[in-house]
């Protein structure tokens, strides 16, 4: 069963009467998922055309290139200079993705524990950031050349953390068991 008929069929209804909710439409939904990634210090251009592959393959999409808003002499960062890649899905490519993420993407993590509760930020969206990006299937480890991190963000409806919670739970995240 896909996340998505999961959400249809059986987590909106079990949120609703678990939340105390009385309309179906103030459920907590998921409204995007985005997918990132940074340029560190190298200024290869070879090394951005390897992070925007690299997100195309994991996500299907063609990722957006990001530039510096300013200068930072700290970071030895200029205005307009290529700092990144992102990648929003929405629809059925952003069900699909979380589909993988949590039946396939998170159980191939070396020595995967289950997620901290504090990946969930106070207005109920997630935040998870991947050291290797061999994690994902598509992704094969005998053709990187190199090991680059990702950030995945999922930004739902929801106006707590507890909503957030419980929606991503009853989508079958792994979340590590609390200790209370």
Known sequence: MSLKTLYKDTAAKALQDSLGVKNVHAVPKIEKVTVNTRLSAK?????????????ELISGQK???TKARKSEAGFKIR???VVGAMVT????RMWDFLDKLVNVTFPRIRDFRGIERSTVDRSGNFNFGFKEHLAFPEVS?????QIHGLQVT????AETK???MALF????????????
């Open 79 to 81: 205005e307009g200079q």
């Open 141 to 145: 480890p005998d053709a990187v050349d």
């Open 43 to 55: 200024k290869d251009s070879k090394f951005i055309e390897i992070l925007t592959d690299t997100l």
């Open 162 to 164: 507890e909503e957030g």
């Open 169 to 180: 739970e009853a989508l079958g995240f792994p979340f590590k068991k609390s200790d209370k």
């Open 154 to 157: 999922v930004k739902t409806s």
């Open 63 to 65: 990722p957006v290139i």
């Open 89 to 92: 899905l929405r629809g059925e």
